[in-house]
Structure formats: C-alpha cells, structure tokens
C-alpha cells in the first residue's frame, strides 16, 4: 500500500518540567495516498497538535513524519518551506486575508512561488469557478459568508495542487447544510485531483459524510483505526462508543447502531413462517454477511415471528445485492427497500 504520510513513534510535549503537557505520545500512523482520512476525539485529546506536526508548524519531541516520500523532520528550515508547498490546510476560522479581494486570496500562494500575475489570475479564477465562486471574485472576505469564505480558503489551500490537504474543524463554524456542501466539495476535489485529504473533527458526522477510513484519538493517543464503516458499527474502545453511539438523555446507550450514509436500508416482513433470529444468523452463515438490526416491531408468538424488522445493509456494494438477494429468496419473510432512511 502506497502511503502518502507516516507517522513514526511520535511524541510531542510541550513546555518542560512540571509544567510540561504531553499532547501526543507514541503516536504511529500511516495514511494511504488518495484516501480521506478522518480523526475525532473530544477536546484537547490532540488533534490539532496532530495534524499541526503533520506539516511541522508544531515540530515533534521524538519521532518522525514524512511527507510524499520526504522525511520533514529531518529537513532544514528552508527544505522545510518547499516540502510544505505540497500541504494545503484549511481551518474553522478561514484565517483569509481581510485586506485582499477574494481572487487575492486565492492567488497568494502562486504569488508566494513567483508565478507571473496573469497566469496565476487565470488559475485563480479556474480555482474560484471549482469552488462555485467566480462571481465573487473582487468581493472582501467580509463580504462572504461563513461558507463562501471556507470555499475561498479551500481554493487557496489547493491553489499549487498540494498532494496533502489537512482541514482541522473546516466545518465546525458552520450550519448543517453549509457544512454539507463544503464536505461535499471537498470529496470532489479529492476525486478530481487525487488529493489525500486529512479531517479533524469532534463530529461524527463530518467523518460519516466523507471519511474512508478513521483514527480515535483520546488523551494524546490513538486508541482505535479502521475503516469508517467498522468503526462506526462496532466501536471498540469507551471514546470511540461515546462519540459515536446514540445516547439517551440520561447518557445510556439506546442500542441503536448508527446509520451509516448511503447504507442500504430494507423492512422486512414476518408473516409468522419463520422467527427473525434465524434469518439475522443464516445471513452471516450461508453468506458471510452482517446486517444491522436499526429497529424491530416484532412480536414472538409460538416461536414464529410477526411484524417487520428494519436492516441496514453492509456498505460494500456486492455483498449488500448478496444479502438483498438471499432474502427476497427466502420464501417465509418478505423484502423490501426503504429508500431515503434516515435514523
Ligand atoms: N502551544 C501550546 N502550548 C502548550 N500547550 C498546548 C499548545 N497547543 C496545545 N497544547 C495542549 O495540548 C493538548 C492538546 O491540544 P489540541 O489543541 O491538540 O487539542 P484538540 O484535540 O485540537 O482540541 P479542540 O477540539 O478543543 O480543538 C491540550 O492539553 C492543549 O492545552
Ligand atoms: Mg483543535
């Protein structure tokens, strides 16, 4: 597997003696080239100081990370500035220019790399039609609102096609369809481009929407990497199920798996020719496949099950038609989509 940054045994303490607070220790990490990598936990747990050594604006106590083959914490200040122009970053609070027009933004970096003014105009402008904002080029970043200035901050943040982008709380300052759209645009220049893209959240949502694979970081330390789809079914460590899983008011769980978006979801209906247990468990032995209970309204009589039952298909394409096609062969319960399932 091509990994396009690795993380080796890195510690990073800030301040010395009894003052000192470590905010990342032994942290290993391999992220894939192309991948949207997504890292959560609660406040303070480390993320920002993670993605900040990523780049090395925050240089580690101990171990190294590299970047697209080079090891940055073994390169001079001034290595140090050219490696960095293959990492864009965004971040919650946009941090544009308020001084320069929006295509001013945009421009700065190719402007930091000498390119002549009117080809970086054009680039420029090429940038602000990808984000959806060409006609707001000569507005000021006041002008715009909290999504507009994000789409700016991304243009400029992939202005010199970096190979890495690291967005730390890129959505944090904005509404829920606002945070969509930008999560949205995100994903597509990380098709378009091939960009590797690292998320910081404390939300799981934003990990949901985008993420391929994810990292829980909790008190300095990783305590759980997958794929979003298994973390998200079966967290394994106490942060992981608290960020993740439904909770009632009074905290307790509800035992409700969370639904994964773009999951498949279908009802299934008892008619009493079978109990539900046994279609859950022949789906996992004749088939290899495990489907999420997302509710049930079944009543056990005599053994044999009425009512429906709601099933979250797994993620992966294939073995969801398998699954969707093992029960609507069956002839005791009968099957159907739901389309747009929401939790
Ligand atoms: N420059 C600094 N000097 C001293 N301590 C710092 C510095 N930056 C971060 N810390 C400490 O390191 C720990 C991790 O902070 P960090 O900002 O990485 O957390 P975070 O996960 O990003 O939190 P949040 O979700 O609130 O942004 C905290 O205890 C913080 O106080
Ligand atoms: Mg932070």
Same mark, same amino acid.
């Given at each position: 597997?091509?990994?396009?940054?690795?993380?080796?045994?890195?510690?990073?303490?800030?301040?010395?003696?009894?003052?000192?607070?470590?905010?990342?220790?032994?942290?290993?990490?391999?992220?894939?080239?192309?991948?949207?990598?997504?890292?959560?936990?609660?406040?303070?747990?480390?993320?920002?100081?993670?993605?900040?050594?990523?780049?090395?604006?925050?240089?580690?106590?101990?171990?190294?990370?590299?970047?697209?083959?080079?090891?940055? /914490?073994?390169?001079?200040?001034?290595?140090?500035?050219?490696?960095?122009?293959?990492?864009?970053?965004?971040?919650?609070?946009?941090?544009?220019?308020?001084?320069?027009?929006?295509?001013?933004?945009?421009?700065?970096?190719?402007?930091?790399?000498?390119?002549?003014?009117?080809?970086?105009?054009?680039?420029?402008? +090429?940038?602000?039609?990808?984000?959806?904002?060409?006609?707001?080029?000569?507005? &000021?970043?006041?002008?715009?609102?909290?999504?507009?200035?994000?789409?700016?901050?991304?243009?400029?943040?992939?202005?010199?096609?970096?190979?890495?982008?690291?967005?730390?709380?890129?959505?944090?300052?904005?509404?829920?369809?606002? /945070?969509?759209?930008?999560?949205?645009?995100?994903?597509?220049?990380?098709?378009?481009?091939?960009?590797?893209?690292?998320?910081? /959240?404390?939300?799981?949502?934003?990990?949901?929407?985008?993420?391929?694979?994810?990292?829980?970081?909790?008190?300095?330390?990783?305590?759980?990497?997958?794929?979003?789809?298994?973390?998200?079914?079966?967290?394994?460590?106490?942060?992981?199920?608290?960020?993740?899983?439904?909770?009632?008011?009074?905290?307790?769980?509800?035992?409700?798996?969370?639904?994964?978006?773009?999951?498949?979801?279908?009802?299934?209906?008892?008619?009493?020719?079978?109990?539900? +247990?046994?279609?859950?468990?022949?789906?996992?032995?004749?088939?290899?496949?495990?489907?999420?209970?997302?509710?049930?309204?079944?009543?056990?009589?005599?053994?044999?099950?009425?009512?429906?039952?709601?099933?979250?298909?797994?993620?992966?394409?294939?073995?969801?038609?398998?699954?969707?096609? &093992?029960?609507?062969?069956?002839?005791?319960?009968?099957?159907?989509?739901?389309?747009? &399932?929401?939790?």
């Amino acid at each position: 597997m091509d990994d396009i940054i690795q993380i080796k045994d890195m510690t990073k303490t800030f301040g010395s003696g009894d003052g000192a607070i470590t905010a990342l220790r032994d942290i290993n990490l391999d992220i894939r080239r192309g991948e949207i990598f997504g890292i959560i936990g609660l406040s303070g747990a480390g993320k920002s100081t993670l993605v900040r050594c990523i780049n090395l604006l925050e240089r580690p106590t101990e171990g190294s990370v590299s970047v697209a083959g080079k090891t940055l /914490t073994d390169l001079s200040e001034a290595e140090l500035r050219r490696a960095r122009q293959s990492i864009g970053m965004i971040f919650q609070s946009f941090n544009l220019l308020m001084q320069r027009t929006v295509l001013d933004n945009v421009c700065f970096p190719l402007e930091l790399q000498k390119m002549p003014k009117s080809q970086r105009q054009e680039r420029g402008m +090429e940038l602000l039609r990808i984000v959806g904002l060409a006609d707001r080029a000569n507005a &000021y970043p006041a002008q715009l609102s909290g999504g507009q200035k994000q789409r700016v901050a991304i243009a400029r943040a992939v202005a010199n096609n970096p190979q890495v982008l690291l967005c730390d709380e890129a959505t944090s300052a904005l509404d829920p369809n606002t /945070t969509r759209s930008i999560l949205d645009l995100i994903r597509d220049i990380n098709r378009t481009t091939g960009v590797t893209v690292v998320v910081i /959240t404390h939300e799981m949502k934003v990990i949901e929407q985008i993420c391929h694979r994810v990292a829980v970081i909790d008190k300095s330390q990783i305590v759980e990497l997958g794929d979003v789809s298994e973390v998200f079914t079966s967290p394994k460590s106490d942060i992981a199920r608290e960020l993740i899983l439904p909770r009632h008011e009074d905290g307790s769980e509800t035992g409700v798996i969370p639904q994964l978006v773009g999951t498949k979801v279908i009802r299934v209906v008892f008619n009493g020719g079978t109990a539900y +247990e046994p279609l859950i468990a022949s789906l996992a032995i004749d088939c290899g496949i495990k489907v999420n209970i997302l509710g049930a309204d079944t009543r056990n009589i005599d053994g044999k099950a009425f009512g429906s039952m709601l099933l979250g298909l797994p993620h992966d394409p294939l073995q969801a038609a398998r699954a969707m096609a &093992y029960i609507q062969d069956r002839q005791d319960v009968v099957a159907e989509e739901v389309p747009d &399932y929401h939790a």
